[in-house]
């Protein structure tokens, strides 16, 4: 991003700065000076500068030709002035008059002290586009402060750029069941599970039986078998006797 710059008239002289001496010395007409304390040394009172102080612009940046560039702002302390005020270096450099395709620079000052600040760029229909349409000034570093600093272009400056953490590895003892077309958006982990074989069940032995056991076992059974028998006999005759009683009832 661009810093803009607030431009004041004037720069820094490089001979120095500017003394104020002590007290003027006044000559003495009778024989014996009176006694007088030696005058203060010099003291310091400003900076040397070429122009007033005066805010030219609120809202400049640095150019690629080593130059201030500022957007034209009509009615503010930058006003036309005539070409033949710069030397000839100076309009050799700003690259002032007319040229083929339309474009034209004409020099600019303070409107306040008249310093000779740079030129005013209007560009031509056919570099309106490439210049955004709008006119801006082209001010030289020794009329007005801050210093210039270094112009960097945009392809030299560092890019900060943003570093990918790499990847948490996986927690142990731990197997993904992950499907390549699942769409749940995080793996599912599931922890290790060995079965325990289940104890197998082994019937009670049943105690050894002796042949009289076995036969006593048979008994018992036929006995079972012919009480069910004479049972289901004697209800068979007396359904028989009922149903015989019905009829001669009937009769």
Same mark, same amino acid.
């Given at each position: ?31 014996? *000076? !009176?006694?007088?304390?030696?005058? /203060? @040394?010099? #003291? %310091?009172?400003?900076? +040397? ?96 402060? *801050? !210093?210039?600093?270094?112009?960097? /272009? @945009?392809? #030299? %400056?560092?890019?900060? +750029? ?90």
């Amino acid at each position: 991003m661009l810093e803009l710059e607030i431009l004041t008239c004037g720069a820094e002289d490089p001979l120095g700065d500017i003394y104020q001496d002590g007290e003027p010395i006044q000559p003495h007409f009778l024989p014996i *000076p !009176p006694e007088r304390s030696p005058p /203060p @040394p010099p #003291s %310091r009172k400003r900076k +040397r500068s070429n122009g007033c102080g005066k805010i030219l612009h609120y809202g400049a940046i640095v150019s690629p030709n080593n130059m201030w560039r500022a957007a034209e702002v009509r009615g503010g302390g930058i006003v036309p002035l005539e070409d033949d005020y710069f030397p000839k270096a100076v309009q050799k450099r700003l690259l002032f008059g007319w040229k083929p395709c339309g474009c034209v620079r004409t020099g600019v000052g303070c409107a306040l002290c008249g310093n000779t600040l740079g030129a005013l760029f209007t560009p031509c229909r056919l570099h309106q586009e490439s210049e955004h349409g709008t006119n801006y000034y082209s001010i030289l570093p020794s009329a007005v402060s *801050p !210093p210039i600093p270094p112009y960097v /272009p @945009p392809s #030299s %400056r560092p890019v900060p +750029r943003a570093v990918r953490p790499l990847p948490a590895p996986p927690p142990p003892n731990r197997t993904s069941t992950r499907h390549p077309t699942s769409l749940s958006p995080e793996p599912r982990f599931y922890a290790d599970f060995t079965p325990t074989p289940s104890p197998e069940i082994v019937p009670a032995a049943l105690p050894a039986l002796g042949i009289s056991e076995l036969m006593h076992g048979w008994e018992l059974m036929d006995d079972t078998v012919s009480v069910v028998d004479e049972n289901e006999e004697d209800d068979a005759v007396t359904q028989a006797s009922i149903y015989v009683q019905r009829n001669d009832n009937q009769g």
